[in-house]
Nanobody
Framework: DVQLVESGGGLVQTGGSLRLSCTTS????????FGWFRQAPGKEREEVGC????????WYADSVKGRFTISIDNAKNTVYLEMNDLRPEDTAVYYC???????????????????????WGQGTQVTVSS
């Protein structure tokens, strides 16, 4: 019954911005953990950021730190990824993921304990032109 649907991808120039949306259904986002991932052809899937919506804990990969920001509109059950100062290497399919184990996410952020998201969206393409 849980579903995640990403939207907001597209084509932008280097230095531009995009806001991706992850619209959720089938659950309440209040006590969930959310992650944003990306994968380019032939490259390893990379987690760019995550947030614990229960206590506000956040983490960002070094590759996007200071440029990407995750936010959540609880009333709209929607998770956002604001991407600024985009670069060609940001080109990828972006996915949102969710899991109710908020404590587990904090354990991963703090000590690297393996964490696995139960629910995934279909992805949205982001292309950054040089």
């Amino acid at each position: 019954d849980v579903q995640l649907v990403e939207s907001g991808g597209g084509l932008v120039q280097t230095g531009g911005s995009l806001r991706l949306s992850c619209t959720t259904s089938g659950f309440s986002v209040g006590n969930y953990a959310f992650g944003w991932f990306r994968q380019a052809p032939g490259k390893e899937r990379e987690e760019v950021g995550c947030t614990n919506n229960s206590d506000g804990t956040t983490w960002y990969a070094d590759s996007v730190k200071g440029r990407f920001t995750i936010s959540i509109d609880n009333a709209k059950n929607t998770v956002y990824l604001e991407m600024n100062d985009l670069r060609p290497e940001d080109t990828a399919v972006y996915y949102c993921a969710a899991d109710p184990d908020t404590l587990g996410l904090n354990l991963w952020i703090s000590w690297g304990v393996p964490y696995y998201y139960d629910y995934w969206g279909q992805g949205t393409q982001v292309t950054v032109s040089s």
